[in-house]
C-alpha cells in the first residue's frame, strides 16, 4: 500500500511538471516574427514593405503596421488569451493605402484577445470564433519580401517602365505566395523554396484578363519564365531565376519600397 502511494504521487509531480512544460512551449512558440497574411478580407499590397510584428519572452512587441514602426506590450494567460497594450507608432506620412492599412492593423491590436498557433500560423481573434487576422513566420531567405523589377529577359534587356505601375515584377511572400505584373495582367500563385537555392513556383499562375493591343512586351514569355525556374541565383540586388545551368532565363533588380 505504502509504495501504491509513493507511486501515485510520483506520477502526479510527473504530470504537473509536464503541465507546466507544455504550458512553456506553447508561450515560447510566439517568440518570433511573424508577418501579416492576411486581416479579415485584406491582403497587404505588394507595394509595400511586409507588414510583422516580433513577439518578444519579455513581453515586448515591435515590428511594422504598413507605414510606421510599432511597439508595446502583451501578456499572455491561459494558454489562448493575449492582451496587447501600450502600443504606440512612429508618425511618418505614407500613401493613403498605407495609412489605411496601418489603421485597421492597429484597430485589431486593440480588439484582439485570443490566439491559437497552427502549422507556422498565428491567428489572433476575438474569443475563439472570429478570427481577426493571420500570421505566417517571417521568412530570413534574400529571396523573399522584395520587389523585384525584371531587368533582362531571354538575355535581352528590358526597358525601365518610367511609370513603376506598368514595369514587370514579382515578389515572393513568407506565406508561400508569388504575386507579382507581367507588363498587361497581374499574377498571383503559389511556390516552395528548397535547400540549394531551389525554387518550384506552381504552374497554375491565375492571371488577369486585360488587353492590351498596343503593348509591345512579350507577356506569355515572361510568365513562362515562372513555369520553367528551378533554382536561382543572387547577388547582391541582383537576382537571376535560371532552370538547370543554362544562362538565365531572366534576371531581376531588387527595388526599394
Known amino acids: 500500500m505504502r509504495h501504491v502511494l509513493?507511486?501515485?504521487?510520483?506520477?502526479?509531480?510527473?504530470?504537473?511538471?509536464?503541465?507546466?512544460k507544455n504550458k512553456e512551449s506553447k508561450k515560447s512558440n510566439l517568440y518570433k516574427k511573424w508577418e501579416l497574411?492576411?486581416?479579415?478580407?485584406?491582403?497587404?499590397p505588394d507595394n509595400i514593405p511586409p507588414v510583422y510584428i516580433e513577439l518578444f519572452a519579455d513581453g515586448k512587441i515591435a515590428g511594422f503596421a504598413g507605414c510606421n514602426r510599432l511597439m508595446g506590450s502583451y501578456s499572455t494567460k491561459n494558454d489562448n488569451q493575449i492582451?496587447?497594450?501600450?502600443?504606440?507608432?512612429?508618425k511618418m506620412a505614407c500613401s493613403k493605402e498605407q495609412m489605411s492599412l496601418e489603421d485597421e492593423v492597429l484597430k485589431m491590436f486593440n480588439t484582439a484577445n485570443s490566439f491559437t498557433i497552427d502549422s507556422a500560423n498565428l491567428h489572433l481573434m476575438v474569443g475563439n470564433n472570429t478570427p481577426l487576422a493571420t500570421f505566417c513566420e517571417m521568412s530570413n531567405k534574400a529571396i523573399v519580401n522584395k520587389y523585384w523589377r525584371l531587368k533582362t529577359l531571354d538575355g535581352k534587356p528590358v526597358e525601365a517602365a518610367k511609370d513603376n505601375t506598368r514595369e514587370p515584377y514579382f515578389m515572393l511572400r513568407s506565406d508561400g505566395t508569388i504575386s507579382g505584373f507581367a507588363g498587361c495582367n497581374h499574377f498571383n500563385g503559389q511556390y516552395k523554396l528548397t535547400e540549394g537555392d531551389r525554387i518550384r513556383i506552381g504552374e497554375n499562375l491565375a492571371v488577369t484578363l486585360k488587353l492590351?493591343?498596343?503593348?509591345?512586351?512579350?507577356?506569355?514569355?515572361?510568365?513562362?519564365?515562372?513555369?520553367?525556374?528551378?533554382?536561382?541565383?543572387?547577388?547582391?540586388?541582383?537576382?537571376?531565376?535560371?532552370?538547370?545551368?543554362?544562362?538565365?532565363?531572366?534576371v531581376f533588380q531588387a527595388v526599394q519600397l
Open 212 to 250: 492590351c493591343p498596343d503593348s509591345k512586351f512579350d507577356e506569355n514569355q515572361f510568365l513562362e519564365v515562372f513555369t520553367l525556374t528551378d533554382n536561382y541565383t543572387i547577388n547582391g540586388d541582383i537576382l537571376n531565376l535560371n532552370v538547370g545551368r543554362r544562362a538565365p532565363l531572366a
Open 83 to 90: 492582451t496587447f497594450s501600450e502600443m504606440g507608432a512612429t
Open 6 to 20: 509513493i507511486l501515485a504521487c510520483t506520477l502526479i509531480i510527473v504530470s504537473c511538471g509536464t503541465t507546466v
Open 37 to 44: 497574411s492576411s486581416l479579415g478580407e485584406i491582403r497587404p
